[in-house]
């Protein structure tokens, strides 16, 4: 359903309007630029984790960030890490099948060793720096990324309720930070924790010799271009070094968490689906043959339907992100794909907003309107991508997804996200054969920050999943 719906805050104390539809997504979260920025609590929680991070400064020091940033995350950039992820998806081959040899029928924890894989790859892409966390059971990072996001999954709702008190109840912050010192609170622990590991990371990059020498030549890394901009003299144009490091903490959170959580949920729908997934098969090998060298390119990638519309449809069907929260700047007016009936049984189709209301785009929902997906919007179909879409409106970074957000405040490492799914998806299927585990029936979505998977009953494990892995 897309209609607006009211709400109450955690606390129960402030109203949220609720929708999913795509026009009012549209110009809130496309057109609107500034005017709906982000909800102070979820900014406040982003800035214990990340710090003056693109994802929590405000409009101006935004624009500017984004605009030093943008080179890095061109398409262009983008192609040169394809050999780079591949590298590591073959590492990453490699780790389940020394797993397999050791106990070929024990199902394997998948959403485990994709997350140290996208860890992996964001280390290098990023820092240029390698964790080692495919090889290393006990990498510190890896350690600390488990903890915060899981941490957070499995306190969500108290957590969400503690971040509005913050934002919202004067001296609750300092009262906290009083009790703190008596009663331990593992989220906020977890949180410095990450943010004093990445920073660690950073800081090394930011101090070595190599970096620079990095960001004269060619820049293999994002912190190489960004030390390259704060080089320069114009303020408009550089970052200060505690803005570089608040990057590499924003960037591996955001990165790391969305990308395996996405790829862990494409095996479990692929393993109901056995057709699809030797279809899947069959055209990566063609793909291969067609080659002289076998080696894909990044236009190889984009021009395999079958891999492009398994990974549209986890983007659609498994959102990671759960809700787009913006606040208006101003009184407003919100336009409606869908006209809905009024308290007064009028049937309108806009919504008016007074200045500092809550507006929340529910992802999940916008990705399963009937009115745009057809009556089976609610079925993993990735054969839907070849048919034409009823999306009327045009939303969102790509293909009339709202996964990535949209606007000036959308993700800014979208096309990095899907080349590192691009390429590790056809990695495991070239080699793998997933099938569902015992219990696959217990596996759900956990909604939190992100939506990871959980197995019912073993949620205090925090995110896994686990599948039957055979190999090829």
Not at 92 to 102: A, C, D, F
Not at 161 to 189: C, H, Q, R
Not at 339 to 360: F, H, N, W, Y
Not at 365 to 391: C, Q, T
Request: aromatic share 8%.
């Amino acid at each position: 359903m897309a209609r607006p719906l009211k709400s109450k805050a955690p606390s129960a104390c402030e109203d949220i309007l609720m929708t999913g539809d795509h026009l009012a997504f549209q110009h809130v979260i496309d057109k609107a630029g500034y005017d709906y920025p982000k909800a102070r609590e979820e900014t406040k929680f982003l800035y214990q984790v990340t710090g003056n991070s693109i994802v929590t400064v405000g409009a101006h020091a935004h624009q500017r960030q984004r605009k030093i940033m943008n080179p890095a995350f061109s398409e262009r950039q983008m192609q040169r890490f394809v050999p780079l992820f591949q590298s590591i998806a073959t590492r990453l081959t490699r780790g389940i099948m020394s797993q397999l040899e050791v106990d070929p029928q024990k199902e394997i924890e998948i959403r485990g060793w994709l997350g140290r894989a996208s860890l992996e790859s964001i280390g290098y892409s990023v820092f240029g720096y390698e964790f080692n966390a495919l090889e290393d059971e006990n990498c510190e990072m890896a350690h600390a990324l488990h903890h915060l996001l899981d941490g957070a999954a499995k306190t969500s709702a108290a957590l969400r309720t503690m971040i509005w008190a913050y934002v919202n109840v004067p001296y609750f912050d300092a009262a906290m930070g009083l009790l703190s010192k008596i009663v331990p609170n593992p989220a906020a622990e977890s949180a410095a924790h990450y943010k004093r590991i990445t920073r660690e990371v950073g800081s090394k990059v930011l101090l070595s010799e190599g970096a620079v020498s990095n960001a004269e030549g060619f820049e293999k890394d994002i912190m190489s271009i960004l030390i390259k901009a704060n080089s320069s003299t114009d303020k408009e144009k550089a970052m200060d070094d505690d803005e570089v490091l608040s990057q590499g903490s924003s960037f591996i959170a955001g990165g790391t968490d969305s990308t395996s959580a996405q790829l862990a949920w494409a095996l479990f729908e692929l393993a109901k689906l056995p057709d699809v997934q030797q279809a899947l098969r069959e055209e990566i090998a063609a793909a291969r043959n067609r080659l002289p060298d076998g080696d894909i390119s990044q236009m190889d990638y984009d021009a395999l339907p079958w891999l492009n519309a398994v990974l549209k449809e986890v983007l659609r069907y498994h959102p990671t992100t759960v809700f787009l929260n913006r606040e208006a700047a101003k009184d407003d007016v919100i336009p409606l794909a869908e006209p809905i009936m009024a308290t007064t049984g009028e049937m309108i189709d806009r919504v008016p907003v007074r200045k500092g209301q809550l507006i929340s785009f529910a992802v999940h929902i916008s990705g399963r309107l009937s009115s745009v997906y057809g009556e089976d919007a609610h079925v993993f179909r990735p054969s839907r991508w070849f048919e034409k879409m009823n999306d009327k409106v045009s939303l969102g970074h790509y293909s009339n997804l709202a996964a990535f957000s949209g606007g000036v405040r959308g993700c800014i490492g979208w096309r990095w996200g899907i080349i590192e799914m691009q390429v590790t998806l056809a990695e495991l299927i070239e080699n793998f054969r997933f099938e569902l585990p015992a219990n696959w029936r217990d596996i759900k979505r956990s909604p939190c920050i992100t939506l990871p998977p959980m197995i019912r009953g073993k949620e205090a494990a925090g995110s896994q999943l686990p599948l039957k892995v055979i190999p090829l």
